[in-house]
């Protein structure tokens, strides 16, 4: 699993925003940015929908007065989806990122299988990234919702 002071891997992720299918090669993602990345088990999924995405839609603005340049939503899903998601909750200041093949999450050591839920998706989890580089790390035990929330994030800056 990644861990504190460690560099993000290099990967990539997809992001349909306006129409527009984005392919983000991650060392260019994080690089020379401050970045909160929050990942969820699934979209539209119960605690996903009604907790975790709508704390950092709600918190954006007060990420970015303490320096965040971007706040990333990471799941196994298509992209899609996620942007279906995002848009259904109202998320236009959180780029909702999408892992297809959960290679980016493998990669990142925090993938789970879930079986006949879902296959291969990510555990729930919040990081502060800086230029590249694990600041902050929070990963939830299972069926836990806890330690990723926009509050803890927001008194880890």
């Known amino acids: ?4 002071n460690q560099l993000m891997p290099v990967g990539e992720l997809q992001e349909l925003k306006n129409g527009e299918m984005t392919t983000h090669n991650t060392a260019e993602l994080f690089a020379a940015k401050k970045v909160v990345l929050f990942a969820v088990p699934g979209a539209f999924t119960p605690t996903c929908s009604a907790a975790h995405l709508p704390g950092y839609v709600v918190s954006a603005d007060e990420l970015k007065a ?26 236009e200041n959180i780029m909702m990122l999408a892992d297809g093949d959960g290679s980016y999450t493998k990669a990142l050591g925090l993938s789970m299988d879930t079986a ?42």
Request: aromatic residues 6%.
């Open 66 to 91: 303490k320096g965040v340049d971007a706040i990333i939503c990471l799941s196994v899903n298509d992209a899609f989806v996620m942007n279906a998601w995002g848009e259904s909750q109202n998320a």
């Open 116 to 157: 006949t839920f879902g296959g291969v998706r990510s555990q729930r989890y919040a990081m502060i990234i800086d230029n590249g580089e694990v600041i902050s790390l929070h990963v939830e035990e299972p069926k836990s919702f806890e330690v990723s929330k926009a509050e803890v994030i927001l008194d880890q800056l």
């Open 1 to 4: 699993m990644i861990e504190l």
